[in-house]
């Protein structure tokens, strides 16, 4: 079902103060001529069940990813007991790894078929056989590992639908529901994030090897993971099947204005019309490349201290495995509320600024955080209270040889870094947390949000493919290259990698802010100058 209708761009907030006369005359009058949406009560509801639904299957997806992350690791132990954590390291990637190579390919497919719910139900399929051999590893006689590697990066192909959900969104949406309705759908992904390791911890209650552990069934708390997907992937799979509708909004404001350019500017009608076809289909590459970079880089730190949050906390404040564990899981769920508070607050927000005032606020916060999170001056961090001796750990007042997991926390005399690098401070560390839970969550839905009004009412299955698949290329690159910098260099140069790769998106957009415009702007500005002004002029 294609719906076509007329919007009026200069209600969005991303238009403020970048018209020239000539657009916002153009705009304008197209906004006071009269507006046909060819579209019945009965559409209506479909199209908003239908987007529901993506709310719906970005959730699952989430929570597909993260209800597994807690008991991973001793799963992998349980079925392989040649695994280790570097082989853990290549598991937890494999989602990832998945996700990025399925979302550039559901996204062309999304393009090529034109509509949605084909490649949404092909992922969800392929997310019920990764969600199957996940919970059925035990089935295998050898190479245990190898076969939960593979479930993982199965559930990650199914995860590509990322793409093909914010394509059918920005189509299904006018440019004044867009920003609400993209913050929704990064509110569900939030939310699967948040749910995941706590359902995880409800299955913990069945122990191992469970109530039920025959040989085609095992119910335990690695496995009910994996057969709760499994469910999940089937419900979803109905509910898609019966109730979701294809819908796509075009705009035709430019496409009159075309047909009657002297509606835009008497002179330059045969400029226009001679233009029309170029303009027409071709969105600012640049810009659309800066949203995709912020994104990136967006999710890049978000692994950064997802990764090595838990360490630092064990090194910096002298905390053993229970402390780390139970400070880091509070202060995760006090920063899941506040960035739920800031995701709801995103609509108020843009009725006051614009989405690029935003995303510059939020950059700025995000940069300022890993600012405070850096050790500047002070105190070195806490040794820990065992040493190395001859290749062994040795408690430091008994002088016997110990566990290295059973050691108290603090900083590891055989970290180079030790004696030298300052302590975080706690305080410091946790106002940089909570400013980060504010300025991550409204820069990680209008980048998105900003792009798809870049690109315009067109097919977005490729862009929002390179916009998925770039997302999770950071995911996948973001905690080898800290876990690195960290082991070897210390806190310092983690963060400040990070603060340096904000730094330059902060400045990208502050730069490159008129280009970041809705397409019909560009469009008409590329128009105005006959399609050859150079990039500072549009």
Not at 401 to 422: F, M, N, Q, T
Not at 470 to 478: D, H, K, T, Y
């Amino acid at each position: 079902m294609s719906i076509r209708i007329n919007e009026d761009e200069e209600d969005s907030p991303l238009l403020a103060g970048v018209y020239s006369d000539a657009t916002s005359a153009a705009l304008q009058n197209e906004s006071n001529s009269s507006v046909s949406i060819n579209r019945s009560p009965a559409d209506e509801i479909y199209r908003w069940k239908s987007i529901r639904l993506c709310y719906l299957t970005f959730f699952i997806s989430s929570l597909g990813f993260s209800i597994c992350l807690s008991s991973i690791w001793p799963y992998l132990q349980q079925v392989d007991t040649e695994s280790n954590e570097a082989f853990l390291g290549w598991v937890v990637a494999a989602f990832s790894l998945g996700q990025l190579i399925a979302s550039p390919i559901l996204g062309l497919l999304f393009n090529v078929m034109k509509q949605a719910r084909i490649p949404i139900l092909i992922s969800l399929v392929i997310s019920l056989f990764g969600s199957a051999l996940y919970a059925y590893v035990h089935i295998f006689p050898t190479n245990r590992r190898f076969v939960l590697l593979v479930s993982r990066f199965v559930i990650g192909l199914g995860a590509g639908n990322g793409a093909v959900i914010r394509s059918f969104v920005s189509g299904a949406t006018t440019v004044a529901e867009r920003t609400e309705v993209m913050a929704k759908v990064s509110i569900c992904q939030s939310l699967g994030f948040i749910v995941g390791p706590a359902v995880q911890a409800v299955f913990t209650l069945l122990s191992y090897p469970g109530p039920v552990h025959g040989a085609a069934l095992q119910i335990n708390m690695y496995t009910s993971a994996g057969l709760l997907s499994f469910l999940m992937a089937i419900g979803n799979i109905v509910l898609i099947a019966v109730f979701f509708k294809e819908f796509f909004f075009e705009t035709d404001t430019m496409d009159r204005s075309l047909a009657n350019p002297a509606s835009i500017n008497s002179d330059a009608a045969e400029q226009l019309q001679h233009q029309q076809t170029d303009s027409q289909t071709k969105p600012d590459t640049l810009a659309a490349l800066i949203c995709i970079f912020t994104f990136c880089v967006l999710f890049f730190n978000f692994s950064t201290l997802e990764t090595i949050m838990t360490p630092l906390s064990q090194v910096m404040f002298a905390w053993n495995k229970e402390q780390a564990s139970l400070y880091n899981g509070i202060a995760l769920a006090v920063c899941g509320f506040i960035s739920m508070v800031s995701f709801i607050s995103i609509r108020c927000w843009t009725k006051i600024l614009t989405e690029n005032d935003l995303i510059v606020a939020a950059l700025t916060l995000t940069f300022a955080a890993f600012m405070l999170l850096t050790p500047w001056v002070g105190l070195p961090a806490p040794l820990s209270s065992y040493f190395i001796v001859n290749g062994t750990a040795s408690d430091g007042s008994a002088g016997l040889p110990i566990r290295v997991e059973d050691h108290s926390g603090g900083c590891s005399p055989a970290l180079p870094w030790c004696y030298r690098v300052p302590a975080v401070k706690l305080p410091l560390a946790i106002l940089a947390i909570a400013v980060h839970s504010v300025g991550y969550p409204i820069a990680i839905v209008l980048a998105p949000s900003v792009l798809t009004k870049i690109l315009g009412q067109i097919r977005q299955g490729v862009w929002m493919g390179l916009l998925t698949g770039g997302g999770s290329l950071a995911r996948c690159i973001g905690p080898i290259v800290v876990s690195l910098l960290f082991s070897g260099y210390g806190p310092q140069a983690s963060f400040l990698t990070s603060s340096g790769l904000v730094l330059l998106s902060l400045i990208a957009v502050v730069a490159f802010a008129k280009r970041l415009v809705p397409f019909d702007v560009y469009r008409m500005r590329r128009m105005r100058l006959g399609g050859y002004g150079t990039y500072a002029e549009i």
